[in-house]
């Protein structure tokens, strides 16, 4: 198990955000940040990490606010909740100031995963020039709805929060408490092993554990989504890009990260047979990642 060296740095508003920078015995190839997605935290990454530290990136991540070993939002821990996803911008943008700018004098690299990577994009979007390149496993460009109407799920968030309900649960989602969810009702890999040693991790440090999102959270990640489709939105992003999808995701729109993948004027798409958490899938999976990722990074 890595020992990390956390460090704890204020965002604007003061929310507290636990900071790691994870350097190989020689760092030859830069800064990479590494961006979480919605309910993970750093330690769940660790062999990401290490494989980075190989490759010669220096690692640094953090945890966004709301989950992890950041401030949670509300009272009940297990609700991941956000009143505006300006706040995660905010977030970045602090970690970058306090943490990466210091020890890296160039732009860095990202991998970003998910909502990580949905925020990233926000990011690029208004300055594609503050990293090298990026690349993405399974960004948030749009929910999967599994089965339901579109219309339908944003619909209900919008009255949910219209009434007032914003600080509480999404349908269903106190149930997606890591304690109460096993292999065979979890949507996010096919590798028992690796789902199985981030729950005992969990376990053994119950307060990072984060259930589903609240109305709130989802309301603010309806308004998020809705900006990309927009003419522009994605061709201004000229940064070097690498986007894997997931084949089998279940957790985000694969149609709709195609769409985009295809919109962006510098990216190379990679689809793999995977389900949501591609960095957390099989060794064969992960290796058609890397594979790509060497290859992109040998360009930035």
């Not at 009940?76 to 990466?100: C, E, M, P, T, W």
């Not at 009434?163 to 109460?180: K, Q, T, V, W, Y």
């Not at 609240?214 to 990640?221: N, V």
């Amino acid at each position: 198990m890595t020992r990390f060296d956390f460090r704890f740095i204020s965002a604007s508003n003061g929310t507290r955000l636990r900071t790691a920078v994870i350097a190989p015995v020689s760092a030859t190839r830069g800064v990479c940040v590494l961006l979480s997605g919605q309910t993970e935290f750093i330690e769940k990454y660790q062999e990401v990490i290490g494989e980075l530290n190989e490759r010669g990136f220096t690692v640094a991540a953090f945890d966004w606010r709301g989950q992890g070993g950041s401030d949670r939002l509300l009272p009940n821990r297990l609700k991941a909740h956000i009143g505006d996803f300006a706040q995660y911008d905010d977030d970045l943008a602090s970690f970058l100031d306090q943490v990466v700018k210091p020890i890296s004098p160039s732009p860095p690299s990202a991998l970003a995963h998910s909502m990580g990577g949905h925020v990233l994009l926000r990011a690029l979007h208004r300055d594609p020039a503050q990293f090298s390149g990026a690349a993405f496993s399974a960004p948030m460009i749009a929910f999967s709805a599994r089965g339901f109407p579109t219309w339908l799920a944003r619909g209900l968030t919008a009255l949910e929060n219209l009434i007032g309900r914003s600080d509480r649960f999404a349908l269903g989602m106190a149930a997606r408490d890591p304690f109460l969810i096993t292999f065979d009702t979890q949507l996010v890999t096919t590798d028992r092993a690796r789902f199985a040693l981030a729950q005992e991790f969990l376990k053994e440090h119950p307060d990072l554990r984060l259930a589903g999102p609240t109305w709130g959270w989802l309301e603010a990640a309806y308004r998020s989504v809705a900006a990309m489709p927009a003419p522009g939105y994605a061709e201004k992003i000229a940064t070097p890009i690498l986007i894997c999808g997931a084949g089998h995701d279940r957790i985000v729109d694969i149609a709709a990260t195609r769409a985009f993948a295809k919109r962006l004027p510098n990216c190379t798409y990679l689809e793999l047979e995977s389900e949501h958490e591609i960095l957390m899938e099989t060794d064969s999976i992960r290796a058609r990642f890397w594979a790509a990722f060497d290859e992109f990074s040998k360009a930035i």
